[in-house]
């Protein structure tokens, strides 16, 4: 069966204490990985996607790598406006699905000032 | 542009009602997908929209669960005798066509609550 698995559930920051949250994940064929962002009542921002094992993107303060197992999503000198959790998915190759995505639990992010 | 727009935000309804929840997704996006989100889990997948055909509805509870989108854009997710067991926020996001890996778009979602 296709896992993910996000970690630690939730994470307390000061303000520029750098740090990263795990997804590991055991699925039959990646298609992608995708890392979203969601605030408190609102719907997934979209973060990133990772391809290929080796794979690195950026953005601001965040980076997201990829490995064969598992994906890191770094926060470097985080903001107070970093809080929110953080949404990791995996597309997997189906012979009948097109692109569904399968989210782990997410890690809830809180950076205090 | 604007974004996937979902309605009504929040819907408060009784145990054995009907309710529809209603997605509008961005311009020119063909692949729909509807995802059901319980307090402190992430989205689970209901079913996929591929123009105006359900391609895949696997993830759809029981038979309460239905979707429609006739003419490919506006999809309407139907539940039919709800139950306690079914609030949640239900989430919609939209895709361009073409590369499944292409990013999905999700709405702000509508919060389901039955009393």
């Known amino acids: 069966e296709d896992q993910v698995t996000q970690s630690p559930e939730a994470l307390r920051l000061q303000e520029g204490e750098s740090s990263s949250l795990n997804c590991s994940y055991t699925v039959s064929g990646l298609r992608g990985l995708f890392w979203y962002r969601q605030d408190p009542g609102k719907g997934p921002e979209f973060l990133f996607t990772l391809y290929s094992a080796g794979e690195e993107k950026e953005k601001e303060r965040l980076k997201a790598t990829l490995t064969k197992k598992e994906s890191f999503l770094h926060i470097t000198a985080p903001k107070p406006e970093d809080s929110a959790t953080y949404l990791c998915?995996?597309?997997?190759?189906?012979?009948?699905?097109?692109?569904?995505?399968?989210f782990g639990k997410g890690t809830k992010l809180s950076v205090k000032p | 542009g604007a974004g996937v727009s979902q309605t009504p935000s929040n819907k408060v309804t009784e145990k054995g009602k009907y309710v529809e929840l209603r997605c509008d997704p961005i311009?020119?996006?063909?692949?729909l997908y509807w995802y059901r989100q319980s307090l402190g889990q992430g989205p689970e997948f209901l079913i996929y929209?591929?123009?105006?055909?359900?391609?895949?509805d696997s993830g759809l509870p029981n038979d309460r669960f239905f979707a429609v989108r006739p003419e490919g854009s506006v999809s309407t997710l139907k539940i039919q005798r709800t139950e306690r067991g079914d609030s949640a926020v239900y989430l919609c996001a939209s895709r361009k066509t073409g590369v499944s890996t292409d990013t999905q778009y999700f709405g702000p979602g509508t919060r389901l609550t039955v009393l």
């Open positions: 998915a995996v597309q997997v190759f189906y012979g009948g699905s097109q692109g569904n995505l399968i």
């Open positions: 929209f591929q123009g105006t055909g359900a391609a895949d």
């Open positions: 311009s020119g996006h063909t692949a």
